[in-house]
Nanobody
Framework: VQLQASGGGLVQAGGSLRLSCVVS????????VGWFRQAPGKDREFVAV????????SYADSVKGRFTISRDNAKNTVYLQMNSLKVEDTAVYYC???????????????????WGQGTLVTVSS
């Protein structure tokens, strides 16, 4: 299984970016996929997750209402649409494959078994 994250870049505050995560391997639709981020000098933190079956979602409070996670099972791809970006959203964003079916547990990185390489998002003031 491999995950390939892309779509990062430099954007001004208030702008938008869309991240993509392509997941190789079988049974993509059965697994949750989450996004995490790590800012310089900080711990990695949960951003959003979309479940496999049913497509339930969950967001960190810091991004709720600004970010939208979605998945296209035909393309084995998960998207993270990021709007109204803030300077504090600057981080390396990672996607990962989740092995739980409960949104509450999917906020914890221990429930993810494969991780992508990360894509850098820089928001300037």
């Amino acid at each position: 299984v491999q995950l390939q994250a892309s779509g990062g870049g430099l954007v001004q505050a208030g702008g938008s970016l869309r991240l993509s995560c392509v997941v190789s391997g079988r049974s993509f639709n059965m697994y949750a996929v989450g996004w995490f981020r790590q800012a310089p000098g900080k711990d990695r933190e949960f951003v959003a997750v979309v479940l496999g079956s049913g497509g339930g979602t969950s967001y960190a409070d810091s991004v709720k209402g600004r970010f939208t996670i979605s998945r296209d099972n035909a393309k084995n791809t998960v998207y993270l649409q990021m709007n109204s970006l803030k300077v504090e959203d600057t981080a390396v964003y990672y996607c990962a494959r989740g092995v739980s079916s409960t949104v509450a547990t999917m906020r914890l990185d221990a429930w993810y078994d494969y991780w992508g390489q990360g894509t850098l998002v820089t928001v300037s003031s």
